[in-house]
């Protein structure tokens, strides 16, 4: 194979950039088909309803400051069981199509148990991730790949101050209309990777598939539109959660 000159360098940069995301794509096929080899087990169905609010601020050409609301209706949308609040920040590689996210996570969830009367469970989360995008004409591309720790019920739990880590991986497809209108199917994996006993080996936790669009009024308004098909495994009753998600991005110029 002919090295890469300075006159054919731009050539060879996308050729690596489609190895990259071919193997993306293979990736995410092979961890796909392992799910659908698993034994099958009784399933609990819930429709649920996720909304969130994003806002992020350019401290720079480079670094983003975010931060990100969630509540979710759950038990077939009737009431708030679960909600979050997300702060970090985006160092962004412009030139190799890279950024690397920091980010804290408070998150709040209305826990129940056998013979123990409901309460809401404070758990912290933690994560650094590295995220790829790349655009081909109308079409973006984007991939993350994320370490994730969480502890939960720190003060209320033996086990509550050992943390549990988790490698998360999301892959999205976008199409742009225009300015304007914009639809995007997505598919994200969980690896729970380190745990407390008895759940210590690692394993595939849950999958997620989206699909969904935007609407972007200007550089500051966005909303969007989803639907999410979740899947939780290697669990006595794994969860099939049904979702309607709506969420709204507001960022400062």
Request: glycine share 4%; with cysteine.
């Amino acid at each position: 194979m002919r090295p890469c000159s300075f006159e054919n360098k731009k050539c060879c940069n996308g050729k690596r950039d489609n190895k990259i995301f071919v193997l993306i794509i293979l990736l995410s096929c092979v961890f796909s088909f392992k799910m659908f080899g698993q034994k099958k087990q009784y399933a609990v169905n819930d429709a649920q309803v996720w909304e969130n609010f994003n806002m992020d601020k350019n401290l720079s050409r480079s670094l983003v400051v975010r931060f990100s609301h969630e509540g979710r209706f759950t038990n077939n949308d009737s009431r708030l069981t679960y909600y979050f609040e997300d702060v970090g920040l985006e160092y962004k590689l412009h030139f190799h199509h890279l950024a690397i996210l920091a980010d804290y996570v408070f998150i709040r969830k209305l826990t129940s148990q056998t013979f123990v009367q409901e309460y809401w469970d404070t758990r912290h989360q933690y994560y650094v991730a590295l995220t790829w995008a790349k655009k081909s004409g109308q079409f973006e591309f984007h991939d993350r790949q994320m370490i994730m720790g969480q502890v939960k019920d720190v003060h209320s739990s033996l086990s509550g101050k050992i943390p549990d880590y988790y490698l998360r991986n999301k892959f999205s497809a976008k199409y742009n209309f225009n300015y304007y209108w914009s639809v995007y199917a997505a598919e994200e994996l969980y690896w729970h990777v380190i745990s407390p006993q008895p759940d210590a080996q690692p394993h595939l936790n849950r999958i997620r598939y989206f699909l969904g669009g935007y609407y972007r009024m200007n550089n500051k308004n966005e909303f969007e539109l989803y639907y999410l098909f979740e899947q939780h495994m290697n669990i006595v009753n794994p969860n099939h959660n049904y979702v309607v998600g709506v969420g709204y991005t507001y960022s400062f110029q």
